[in-house]
């Protein structure tokens, strides 16, 4: 089941990889090390073993434990153009994939509301935060499979994928 699981994540990884505004992927590793990829240079993701396989397009494999990653994130490099500022509000989980507790990280000074959903779009879950930079999330209850933590503010909107297991 946890193959099946890892190869449905890759798959959705690489498929993801033509719709983002992403440019490069950064591995979180529980030490507090992190390696950084450019996702031109990506050919492929793959879960084998209990490891992730970064495999790049010049035949170059970065190997990670699977237990030793705090978080994958795919992250947008390029300075944001016109005349509006910035959005501040960034989303991170860890660890993901997640057994009890999610961490919800967010970065920025707006009031919100973190909210749990599942892939048809239902509603499990939603709190209110109070401009906090971390907030925890059980989620022990939740049926194993694929959800989405989304942060909402006034204006803003940020979601990303997370894996119960």
């Known amino acids: 089941m946890i193959n099946k699981t890892l190869r449905l994540i890759a ?10 505004k992403a440019q490069n992927l950064n591995v979180h590793k529980k030490n507090g090390e992190i390696s950084k990829f450019k996702l031109t240079d990506v050919k492929s993701l793959t879960f084998n073993s ?7 397009i010049d035949n170059q494999t970065s190997e990670f434990a699977i237990s030793d990653i705090n978080l994958l994130r795919f992250k947008e490099t390029t300075a944001p153009t016109g005349i509006a500022e910035a959005d501040k509000n960034v ?5 993901n994939p997640v057994a009890e507790t999610l961490n919800v990280q967010i970065s920025g000074n707006e ?3 973190v909210r749990i959903i599942d892939l ?7 709190v209110t935060v109070n401009s906090q930079n971390r907030t925890a999330i059980p989620v022990a209850q939740l049926p194993a499979g694929m959800y989405f933590c989304q942060y909402k503010t006034g204006k803003n909107t940020k979601t990303i994928k997370f894996i119960k297991k």
């Open 91 to 95: 989303i991170a989980v860890f660890p």
């Open 50 to 56: 209990g490891n992730l396989q970064v495999n790049k």
């Open 120 to 126: 048809q779009g239902k509603l499990i879950k939603a």
């Open 111 to 113: 009031n919100g509301e």
């Open 11 to 20: 798959i959705l990884c690489l498929v993801s990889f033509s719709s983002l």
